[in-house]
C-alpha cells in the first residue's frame, strides 16, 4: 500500500514537471523541484526567463495554480519562480537550445550545431564540457555522437560538480536525444594541484643568491 502511493505520487511529480515545462516551451525552464510542506505543495521552478514564466501582474502563476488545483487536485500550491545564475553554463538551456535547432534545422546540421554551443562554451570560459546526440543522425540505424573539450570528470566524487541535463528533440526520421554536461568557469575541482610558479621561481633566485654569496666567500679566503 505504502509503495503504491509513493509510486503514485512520484509519478504525478513527473507529470506536474513535464506540464509546466511543456506549457512554457523549450529553452524557458531549467528545472521543476516539488516538495511537499504540511501547509501544501511548493513549486519551485528555476527558468532563464523569469518574466515571461510570472507574466504581466503574475496572470500566468495565477493561471498556472488554477490549472494544477484542477488537473493535478493539489490543494495548496504555492509556487516560486527562480533564476538561473549562470544562463551561459545552464546544461538545461543549452540542451533545449540544441533540441529546438536540430528540430528546426534538421539533422544534417547536427555537427554545426553541436561545435557552435561547445564554441559558445569555451569562450564564456567553460572548464570542460561534453554533447551527445543519440538517434538517426542522418544515417539510418541510430548512432552516438560525442563532441567535447576540456576537463570533464566521470568517477569518484569529482563527478558532482559536472552539470548534466537531457534534452528530446522530435526530429522527421526519428526521436533524437540530447545529453550536455558542463563543468562551469568558476567551479573548484577537488582533484587538481595548482602550482604557483611565481613562488618557485622567487626560492629558486634566493638559493642562486646563497650559493653565490658562499662562492664569494670562498674565493675571498684564497
Do not use: C, W
Not at 2 to 19: D, V
Request: net charge positive; proline share 3%; glycine share 8%.
Amino acid at each position: 500500500m505504502i509503495e503504491k502511493k509513493f509510486i503514485e505520487s512520484k509519478k504525478q511529480e513527473f507529470e506536474i514537471k513535464e506540464f509546466i515545462k511543456k506549457k512554457f516551451g523549450k529553452g524557458k525552464i531549467s528545472e521543476v523541484r516539488i516538495e511537499r510542506t504540511p501547509v501544501g505543495e511548493k513549486i519551485v521552478i528555476t527558468t532563464t526567463r523569469r518574466g515571461i514564466v510570472i507574466g504581466r501582474a503574475g496572470e500566468n502563476i495565477q493561471g498556472l495554480t488554477t490549472i494544477l488545483k484542477r488537473r493535478f487536485k493539489l490543494e495548496n500550491p504555492q509556487i516560486e519562480v527562480l533564476e538561473v545564475e549562470n544562463p551561459e553554463f545552464d546544461a538545461a538551456t543549452i540542451a533545449d537550445r540544441i533540441a529546438v535547432a536540430l528540430e528546426r534545422f534538421g539533422q544534417l546540421s547536427f555537427k554545426l550545431i553541436a561545435y557552435r554551443e561547445l564554441d559558445r562554451l569555451m569562450k564564456a570560459g567553460a572548464l570542460g564540457a561534453e554533447i551527445r546526440l543519440s538517434g538517426r543522425l542522418p544515417s539510418e540505424r541510430a548512432k552516438s555522437h560525442r563532441f567535447a573539450f576540456g576537463y570533464l570528470k566521470k568517477t569518484g566524487e569529482s563527478r558532482f560538480i559536472v552539470n548534466k541535463k537531457l534534452a528530446i528533440a522530435k526530429t522527421k526520421p526519428g526521436v533524437v536525444g540530447v545529453k550536455v554536461s558542463i563543468v562551469p568557469r568558476d567551479t573548484k575541482i577537488p582533484d587538481k594541484i595548482d602550482i604557483d610558479y611565481t613562488k618557485i621561481k622567487e626560492e629558486i633566485k634566493e638559493e642562486i643568491k646563497k650559493e653565490e654569496k658562499k662562492k664569494n666567500g670562498r674565493n675571498k679566503k684564497k
